[in-house]
Nanobody
Framework: VQLQASGGGLVQPGGSLRLSCAASGRTISTYNMGWFRQAPGKEREFLGGIRWSGNTYGVDASVKGRFTISRDNAKNTVDLQMYSLKAEDTAVYYC????????????????????WGQGTLVTVSS
């Protein structure tokens, strides 16, 4: 599976962005999909994911209520809609695909995913 994240850019605080992760090479309909981000000088952190069945999981408290995850298996895409963006949301955002057999505790970490996109930069600044 090849993943391509897009939609990043410069946005003012309080603004919105929609990131999209397009998959190719194989259908992602049987994969759990996760979103991660890595801010400068910090470790990669898990934001949330969506199971192959469509249920979301593990949405981090720092983005809960502001970020939503959705998928369109027909289009082979997963989106991350971000609202009320803050300066601290500035980071490179990554999508990842993992086998549907992984348990929840593993899906909250990088080890739950086998395929990764290249990342898209989101900068929140006035």
């Amino acid at each position: 599976v090849q993943l391509q994240a897009s939609g990043g850019g410069l946005v003012q605080p309080g603004g919105s962005l929609r990131l999209s992760c397009a998959a190719s090479g194989r259908t992602i309909s049987t994969y759990n999909m996760g979103w991660f981000r890595q801010a400068p000088g910090k470790e990669r952190e898990f934001l949330g994911g969506i199971r192959w069945s469509g249920n979301t999981y593990g949405v981090d408290a720092s983005v809960k209520g502001r970020f939503t995850i959705s998928r369109d298996n027909a289009k082979n895409t997963v989106d991350l809609q971000m609202y009320s963006l803050k300066a601290e949301d500035t980071a490179v955002y990554y999508c990842a695909a993992g086998p549907k057999t992984k348990i929840l505790s593993t899906l909250l970490t990088s080890s739950g995913y086998e395929y990764w996109g290249q990342g898209t930069l989101v900068t929140v600044s006035s």
